[in-house]
């Protein structure tokens, strides 16, 4: 009983060390005043787009209404969406950036 127990427990553990984390999408949203070059500019610095990717990924933003920017664990994603966040509001843009499990 009491080794079943343990046995139980190093399994859980070992689960845990093996089980790939939870990803997660970071998206940005449509809004009507941020300039499209100013978002193709976030998706290059911050998430390593060429100009060509960064175009498109925008465009469906503004066609759709939100779009995939990257997918990263919890605290990765967490990462880029204040840093998107602090660097359009710097700059005085709505564009607003958060995340969704993928
Ligand atoms: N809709 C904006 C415009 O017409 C462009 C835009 C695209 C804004 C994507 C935000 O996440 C966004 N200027």
């Given at each position: 009983k009491e080794l079943s127990?343990?046995?139980?427990?190093?399994?859980?553990?070992?689960?845990?060390?093996?089980?790939?984390?939870?990803?997660?999408?970071?998206?940005?949203?449509?809004?009507?005043?941020?300039?499209?070059?100013?978002?193709?500019?976030?998706?290059?610095?911050?998430?390593?787009?060429?100009?060509?990717?960064?175009?498109?990924?925008?465009?469906?933003?503004?066609?759709?209404?939100?779009?995939?920017?990257?997918?990263?664990?919890?605290?990765?994603?967490?990462?880029?969406?204040?840093?998107?966040?602090?660097?359009?509001?710097?700059?005085?843009?709505?564009?607003?950036?958060?995340?969704?499990?993928?």
């Amino acid at each position: 009983k009491e080794l079943s127990d343990h046995t139980e427990l190093v399994k859980e553990r070992i689960e845990q060390q093996v089980k790939k984390p939870p990803m997660y999408n970071v998206v940005l949203l449509n809004d009507d005043y941020t300039p499209m070059d100013f978002v193709v500019d976030v998706l290059c610095k911050f998430f390593n787009m060429n100009s060509d990717q960064a175009t498109d990924v925008m465009l469906t933003i503004h066609y759709e209404g939100k779009g995939k920017c990257g997918t990263y664990t919890a605290e990765v994603a967490e990462m880029k969406v204040n840093q998107v966040s602090r660097y359009a509001k710097s700059h005085q843009h709505p564009l607003r950036c958060s995340m969704e499990q993928a």
